[in-house]
Structures are given as C-alpha cells and as structure tokens.
C-alpha cells in the first residue's frame, strides 16, 4: 500500500499543473524527438534509429522496464546461480579434481602395510592425515570445530586430492610459523582473510598458524597442512591411504583387512549428489515460481509500453510506414531491451545470489557464490526470448488501430 500510495503522489501532483486547454488540444500528446538523438543515430539506418530513438524516448520509463526485469529475475536467477555453483565447485571438484579411487582408513602409524599392498599390485599411493580436532575461537568469540587434513603437496601432481585456491598461495612446509589454507566458507564464516596470523587449538594443544591461502569447493570447513608439518603437530604420520588403481585392480578382502575401511570415491560421488539434489529440489519450486512472476512482470511491462506508443505507431502509419517496417523496428526495439534488460537481470540475479547465499550458509555447510557464465547467459536469453515475444502483440494492436481516432488531435 505505501508503494501504492508512494507511486501516485507524483502523477497527482503532475496531474494539478498541467494546462485544461493544453490537455484539450491535443499538444500534452505530442511528444518532439531530442536534437541530441536525432543526431546521435543519424548515421543509422531509418529503421534502427527509429527504434533506438523510440526507445529512449522516455529514459524514466525504459529506467524503470529494466529495473522492473532485473527484481524480476532476481528471486529465479539467484537461485539457479546458487544451485549451479554448488553442484560445479562441490561435485565438480570432487569428480575432476581428485584422482583417488578408495581411501583406505588406518589406524595411526598403521599405514605400511597399505602402502606395501599398493606396491605390490601397481597402485599409485598418497599418505594423508584426515582429522576432526580442530578449534577455534573466531571474531565473534564462538568456538567452531573444524577438520585437519594434511596432503603431500598442493602443486598440480603433487596430490591425489586438488585443491582449487581462488585467493593467496600454497603454503610452504617446514616454516617456522605453520602456513596453512582454509576453505572460503571457514574464512567467511568466522571473518578472517588471507594473510591473517591465528590461534587455534589441536588436540588441546594451542598453535599459532600462518594463513596463506583460501579453498573452494569444500563441503566441511577444513583447515590444510603439508602432511609432514601436521604429522609433527598430532605425533602420528597417517589417518588414511589415498589409493589410484591400475586397470584390473580393486578393493580385494585383503586390503578391507588390512584397513579400518574403506571409502570409494564413486560411492562418496552418489552420496553427495544425492544430498545437492534434496538441497535444491525445495530450491528449485522456489526457482519455479520465480520464472512465473518473471514472466507476468516482463509481459505487463511490454503491453504498457506498447500502449503509450499508440499515438506514436499511429501517425507513422498514417505518413506511410507499412506494417512490415513497424513490425522490424519493434523487432528490433524488443531485442535492445531485452538484452539490456537481460544483462540488469543477471546483475541482480548475482546480487540476490549473495544474499541468500549469505542467509542460508551455516557453519556445517556453506553455500559458495560463484558467477556462472552459463547461467548469466541463460538469463539473458530468457529475457530476450520474452521480449521477442510480445512483438506479436504490437503487430496485432498496430493493425487493429482506428488510425483517424488516435491523430485526430494531431489534425487540429
């Protein structure tokens, strides 16, 4: 009600001053191009400086049209961006950039006899430390629970398990500040940032750690070492035996005895798309309905914009422009605003992107925002495929128009 009521005090107040005589003559109606316009698409053909001069006619109106398509995609874009960047960075990362086939889980010190039946079959081999016994204290005086995992390197080769840091560097090993790399949602989630110098506690023990680095694409918050500084830290070399198999080879008996058990990263794959999906299916009706005002709002915009332009369609027809040619100069109006108006949905789709990325993350998962050119693209075809599509109507109102009602005031 307040924007309601906010929206009409300008045209009543409009409405006062204007001149009885003015409005009965027909001159309220008339509207002369800008100089500026005329000269700006001079060079252009009639058609398309037709168009562009149309469009920006009245810049408060097409101002609003765009405003109006980007807070229309906003709820539908956002969540499509949302989802698509949970499903690329979390399983994404998960089936293109870790090369492990089982991770066999030992018992600490207890990795040899793994490491010995990798060798004997061919199997590629990684020792890693995976363990729940982090703290901390972060800048809202809350302690958080965090993972360790310590890798044999973060080069490209250097590890079975890759690591896609998007801010700072790897850390280096043996320093005499412990440099580290935690997940963007750690980062975010407690306020540090990269370069930042903190205390956490492992294993009841309290340790100064140097940041150096931020990770995308982790589904717990974990805190990265080089295997051989951690295995100084906890006093043990190995949780846990990365292993990549040769053709023929597999998780045999032998091996499920040797371990404490065993994980398959395919299985670990289904897992978590199996829980992405039921994340996103309530997501997704959210999305839906999102499309649905998208679509009521872009066709409502472009029927009143048509409706204003009455007089304008009018009295070119009368001074000999054929329907043919008004069709192509609003084919062409409708492409400019839709892309446009395409391009402010996907600004204001990544906006609301953040927002209820920002809303909905926890400490226990995270919701990365990333912009996903597909889907930008996407959101801007969609926006073009509407506008396009009301070109039909203004076809239908141009040839159905009482060309003598809507100039009779242009003749006095």
């Known amino acids: 009600m307040s924007i309601v009521f906010i929206s009409g005090v300008y045209p009543a107040w409009k409405a006062t001053r204007i001149d009885p005589l003015e409005a009965l003559g027909g001159g309220s109606e008339i509207r002369v191009g800008s100089n500026y316009l005329q000269t700006l698409t001079g060079w252009m053909p009639t058609l398309l400086g037709l168009s562009v001069r149309s469009s920006l006619r009245k810049p408060a109106r097409l101002g609003m049209t765009f405003l109006a398509i980007g807070i229309s995609l906003m709820l539908a874009g956002s969540i499509q961006m949302m989802t698509v960047a949970l499903n690329d960075t979390v399983v994404g990362g998960l089936r293109e950039g870790q090369t492990w086939d089982a991770q066999v889980f030992v018992q600490p010190d207890g990795e040899s006899e793994v490491v010995e039946w990798a060798m004997d079959r061919g199997a590629s081999y990684e020792i890693v430390i995976e363990a729940p016994v982090g703290t901390l204290i972060d800048s809202s005086e809350l302690q958080r629970s965090f993972f360790l995992v310590g890798l044999g390197g973060f080069g490209d080769g250097e590890s079975m398990r890759q690591t896609e840091i998007i801010d700072g560097s790897e850390p280096a090993p043996n320093t005499a500040i412990t440099e580290v790399i935690m997940d963007e949602g750690s980062l975010q989630m407690t306020g540090w940032e990269v370069g930042d110098r903190q205390l956490v506690s492992i294993s009841g023990n309290e340790l100064e750690v140097d940041i ?3 990770v995308r694409g982790e589904i717990s918050r974990t805190m990265f070492f080089h295997q051989t500084d951690l295995a100084r830290i906890i006093g043990f070399n190995a949780t846990a035996v990365y292993l990549e198999f040769p053709e023929g080879v597999s998780v045999d008996e032998e091996l499920g005895i040797l371990s ?6 395919e299985s670990l794959l289904r897992g ?10 309530a997501l997704g009706a959210i999305m839906g309905l999102g499309f649905i005002f998208t679509l009521a709002v872009m066709f409502n915009t472009m029927v009143m914009n048509l409706a204003e332009r009455d007089f304008e ?11 043919g040619s008004l069709s192509v100069m609003l084919l062409f109006e409708s492409t400019i605003i839709g892309l446009i108006g395409g391009l402010f949905g996907a600004i204001f789709a990544f906006g609301g992107a953040l927002g209820l990325a920002a809303e909905f993350s926890t400490w226990q998962f995270y919701f990365p ?7 930008a693209f996407q959101l801007i075809s969609v926006v073009l495929l509407i506008s396009v599509a009301m070109v039909p109507v203004g076809i239908f109102r141009i040839r159905n128009m009482d060309l003598v ?3 009779k005031d242009l003749s006095q």
Request: no cysteine.
């Open 369 to 375: 925002v990333v912009l996903v050119p597909k889907v």
């Open 272 to 281: 978590i798309e199996s829980l992405l999906e039921q994340q996103t299916q």
């Open 212 to 214: 150096v680095g931020s």
């Open 313 to 323: 369609l009018a009295t070119l027809r009368v001074l000999g422009a054929s329907t």
């Open 260 to 265: 404490s058990g065993i994980q398959e990263r």
């Open 405 to 407: 009602e809507k100039i």
